[in-house]
């Protein structure tokens, strides 16, 4: 499998790097699909820890485990909501 790194700066590299097919440590098959790994393109965009895991689920759901779709689903919008709530007690303190 090829994986699109990006480098330090953020720029893609030019070169494809290869990853194992499944390597459950560095880089989860159920992370790898599409070409980038989820990580990469969390870091990319800088998301907030809340945000990040919510994608970091939607990404996965159904591709870790197919019967646990709804279980990643439902933490994703765990993590959004939290983030929610979060935003609103920030706009509090202001």
Known sequence: M???ELNKTG???EEPI???ADDPV???AH???GGIE???????WNFPFHLA???KYICRAGRKDKNKTAEDLRKAIWYINRY??????QEGKA
């Open 11 to 13: 720029i893609l590299r």
């Open 18 to 20: 290869r990853i194992p």
């Open 26 to 28: 560095n880089h989860p």
């Open 38 to 44: 989820v990580i990469d393109f969390l870091e990319s």
């Open 84 to 89: 929610i709530d979060y935003l609103g007690k």
């Open 53 to 55: 895991n919510a994608i």
């Open 2 to 4: 090829e994986h699109t």
């Open 31 to 33: 992370y790898t699909a």
